[in-house]
Nanobody, 116 residues
Framework: QVQLVESGGDLVQPGGSLRLSCAAS????????MRWYRQAPGKERELVAF????????TYADSVKGRFTISRDNAKKTVYLQMNSLEPEDTASYYC?????????WGQGTQVTVSS
């Protein structure tokens, strides 16, 4: 079955950096685009970044452009989110996502807290 396991969340000071990872299994990773979402308390889940199956195309939410970078390693079946210049507004649970045949699959999430 499809499994997505996020890791890398932590408490970090404003201006700091983190790299999130999402390890995938149970499907042919290299043929699907992957997404990172986040959800802050009391807010709706929002799309943060997308990467195409081969990694040639990426898109970002306006709020993270220039600060976050999505990448993937198809050999390791892992997608990453490098987050730089973190701000308190980036505090949220971060989830990776894949859509397969119209069905959306999610990991359990990893918590990022940006605070001094």
């Amino acid at each position: 079955q499809v499994q997505l396991v996020e890791s890398g969340g932590d408490l970090v000071q404003p201006g700091g950096s983190l790299r999130l990872s999402c390890a995938a299994s149970g499907f042919t990773f290299s043929i699907y685009g992957m997404r990172w979402y986040r959800q802050a308390p009391g807010k709706e889940r929002e799309l943060v970044a997308f990467i195409s199956n081969a990694g040639r195309s990426t898109t970002y939410a306006d709020s993270v452009k220039g600060r976050f970078t999505i990448s993937r390693d198809n050999a390791k079946k892992t997608v990453y989110l490098q987050m730089n210049s973190l701000e308190p507004e980036d505090t949220a649970s971060y989830y990776c996502n894949v859509v397969i045949l119209g069905g959306a699959y999610w990991g359990q999430g990893t918590q990022v807290t940006v605070s001094s």
